[in-house]
């Protein structure tokens, strides 16, 4: 944060001089006032009050242009900082919200925002404006030391009165808006689940819990805006007081022949007086944008220091499939609670691997780890020996297909979402549909390949969904691809097309990895992983494993038969006796 501020140095020592110059001439309607007064009503002269109100007009036209200049400066450093920062940022979202850190939304980027429109904003403006304001009061000592002291003393209350201000509101500020933060994140899971919601009336239910998270960041905002509405007034308050008490110390010195300037050091020392305390002013009545702000810095720095940018590696040359786990260990990003406990299995290039087991037996999370989405806590997967969650995703991503288990389409054509958003290969998107069935459907639409798949693919069914969802993991004919329940939405037709896909892909050298729960890809794997409970029950060529577990199955039966028939006699012998 500190790096991208410092690039916009140039940006405030530029408004920093805007600031000063026009600060400066703010003095001119008093130094016109007083010209008026004292050469134009005593010399009659015509042509030094057009003179002198041309030089003032002048400086008006100066103060706004530079004030503008100063509001277009601190937009273009904004501008600025979202360029440094934009990018970066929209990345981290992505990877804060896979490891489930603070940050894994899109707060970031509204907090990108707050620092945005803090820059052409009245407080940032009256902190370069602070410096001018010791100008202004070493301008009144030098017209008469009690004066300046007196000026001091109005700067040192209003500062207590700014330290007061800061230390009351502040704790109820960030903690408004973090549970502000709470209530719209609440909100917007509550809103992707619209659907289950109104089927069974939940809303009700759900609005009791927002407005509950909403109540609470109200009262937080309501006595911040109380405390900050307090020290606003008392601050506003010392500023009138201020001047009117120098105009009248000014009125007893100069009763007292110690103050010189025949009235006019009088007024200067009340008019200046009340700028040195109009940043302070500022502060106090504009202290919730400040802390708003620094809350939004807090958090955008967390966010870089917790995940650095990544090291530049070496490019690696495209893989050919070889996968291999080394006693994996995995835990849900975020959890210390192992998924995965030692799982070891390896499969060549080209060959297909079915992975079955119970719920909840660890499938879907040997999925993330082997694409990469979950790091894993011990172990390693590989891919042609190269660790799969360290390598640059951008690099390797083309070379992978992935179907989670939800699916996720995007706002966007068949032909985008199919092509990952990159740049739409007619031939190769067309390839894709055709090896999962897709391609004749697609045609029988009026806008064909361009159709609008809508947000989250909403205006497709259920199974045309996952066959997209499949064309894009087949897209671009990927080395390794890794299929989380593929068939679970699809008809007898559509599973027959992705079984035939998976053998075409396999002949041309594709390795698969396939959770199923169906026996219809088992027909078509060479390797079997039997999970339970994160281990591994069973790993090794099809046939063998579903023998063993045929075996299995059938020892278990004859155990089960031998202890029924021991149970029964024993059992007649106890319904005798009663
Ligand atoms: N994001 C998560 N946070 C915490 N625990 C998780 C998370 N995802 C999965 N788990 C836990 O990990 C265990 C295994 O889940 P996983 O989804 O890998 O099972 P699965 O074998 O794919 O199940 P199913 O066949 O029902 O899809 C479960 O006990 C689940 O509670």
Redesign the pocket.
Known sequence: MQEAVRELRPYFVRTAWFSIIASLLVLMPTWYMFEVYDRVVNSRNHLTLGMLTLMVLAAYAVMELLEWAHGEQMHRAGLALDRKLGPRLFHLLFEANLK?LPGGTTQPMSDLRTLREFLPSPLLKSMIEAPVALVFLAIIFFIDPVLGYSALVGAVLQSLVAWANEASTQPPLSAAGRSSIAAQQYADGSLRNAQVIEAMGMLGNIHKRWIAKQREFLGLQAVASDRAGFYSAISKFLQTVMGSLLLGLGAWLMLRNELGGNGGHMLVGSILGGRVLQPLVQFVGQWRIGVNTRDAWKRLNQLLVTLPARQDSMPLPPPRGMLAAENLLAA??G?Q?P?LKGVSFGINPGEVLAVI??????????ARVLTGVWPSAGGKARLDGVDLYTWDKSELGPHVGYLP?GVELFDGTLAENIARFGKVEKAKVENAARAVGLHEFIMHLPDGYDTEVGPEGARLSGGQRQRVALARALYGDPVFVVL??PNSSLDEVGDAALSAAIQAFKARGTTFVV?T?RTSIVGVADKLLV?RD?TVAAFGPRDEVLAAMQKANQQAQAQAQARQQQAAPARAAKETTA
């Open positions: 489930r849900a990003p959890t609670t998924i087991g119970p719920s909840a037996s660890g499938k879907t999370t040997l288990q989380d329940e959770i729960h999970l994160g």
